[in-house]
């Protein structure tokens, strides 16, 4: 048994918070410079350009590199043999998260109820957090801020087994052409598969925690990563969806089990500014 | 949009003249005052005209900017400042274009409603490279509290921009450059 007390943890997700804010992974910057030597559009390299330039200021300031600094999705992997102490596990969460965001100077986008009130709560909590619980003494967390420009352009559908492989190439496709300019590509697709619905949008989500450049271990699955990324790129949607051939720069697949009679897909979209920050405690 | 990008340098207010000389595509740096409001304050401005009161701003030949920038850092100037998707201001557009707004900058796709309305009363939306709100935002000199300053990210703010950097999406023409650039490079059946 492992104690940790969660004063830790509030003070490792301000910082989580405010990094991921300020500094985009550094493999994803590398593929941005790719893509601008490879882009077929002259405007579209122009964009990929100011995109390098954006995020290479934001990183010398300690700006954000999108005014939309999001909600804040934290997914946290707790070793069993870890006991937590000095208080609730998920105030503390929330304390990081209203910490980084109060004095990082990050946009403050939550609003309490959705759909009534809608007031927001100044401080940016509550986090959004998924936890799961994995053999050691450590934890991980990894935060993701991600706005609503790419948010608002996920999807969910239930497919039918019968509608196989090609109805999930279809339906990606399909979701990242209609989505066009509106998640700021190029994006990073999530792509969540099986399961029932919930567990489709979290291995969704959960997919774009991944390094850019990094594939799903099953083969068969990376074989359709790098087919989806090549027709995601043929739509022409391109660098801010003003045309080119550079839509997406990955695509990520996580997949489950799932019942005999289904076949769930669900697809999120993340922009350029794909920011993650992890650390262990 | 020409493959040697000529950049067009306008100034605000937009003159009728101006705004009819731009074309879907063209690469544009604007310089003079703009407006920010997003949601909640598009829905304010049109609840105030629906009961026939006076606006805080007067719109005339005026640019709005959907924006809902980050606080401040000490030292700077403003917070970064990017587009926020516009479609989510469809609802609300065409009665400020008729009210004489001239312009917009956002990022993603409008409404047919909205291009129709940028036809009829001769205004045109602009794009922002969404997402790069840092470099955005070193083009904003200056910037001003006009209005519902209680919604705070979402407030009406006067900013003064210098060669604020925008491609003219659709024009007066109703062209979309969003439709042309995509069907320019899909290499789709």
Known sequence: MREINVSEVTKTVSKLCMDSCYYLPEELLAKFKNAAAEEESPLGREILGTIIENAELAKRKAVPICQDTGLTVVFMEIGQDVHFVGGDLYTAIHAGVADGYVNGYLRKSSVDDPLFIRKNTNDNTPAIIHTTIVPGDKVKITVCPKGCGSENMGAMKMLKPADGVEGVIKFVVDTVRSAGPNPCPPVTVGVGIGGNMEKAALLAKYSLTRKVGEHNANPQYAELEAKLLELVNKTGVGPSGLGGSTTAVAVNIEYAPTHIGGLPVAVNLNCHAARRAEAEI | ?189
Request: net charge negative.
């Open chain 2, 1 to 189: 949009m020409s493959e040697q990008a000529v950049i067009k340098y306008i100034k605000t207010p937009l003159t009728e003249e101006t705004v009819k000389g731009l074309h879907a595509g063209d690469v544009v740096r604007i310089s003079g005052p703009i407006y920010t409001a997003r949601d909640a304050a598009h829905k304010r401005l049109t609840e105030a005209l629906a009961r026939g009161e006076k606006l805080p701003l007067d719109l005339t030949d005026n640019v709005i900017y959907y924006v809902g920038p980050s606080p401040t850092k000490p030292g700077e100037v403003v917070g970064s400042a990017g587009p926020t998707t516009s479609g989510r201001m469809d609802k609300y557009t065409p009665t400020l274009i008729e009210q004489g707004m001239r312009g917009m900058i956002g990022k993603g796709l409008r409404s047919q409603e909205v291009i129709d309305a940028c036809v009829k009363h001769g205004a045109v939306y602009f794009v922002a490279i969404g997402g790069a709100a840092a470099v955005i935002s070193q083009s904003i000199k200056g910037e001003e509290m006009i209005a519902y300053e209680d919604l705070g990210p979402e407030a009406i703010r006067r900013y003064e921009v210098e060669d604020f950097p925008a491609i003219v999406c659709i024009d007066t023409e109703g062209n979309d450059f969003y439709k042309e650039g995509i069907a320019k490079y899909s290499k789709e059946k």
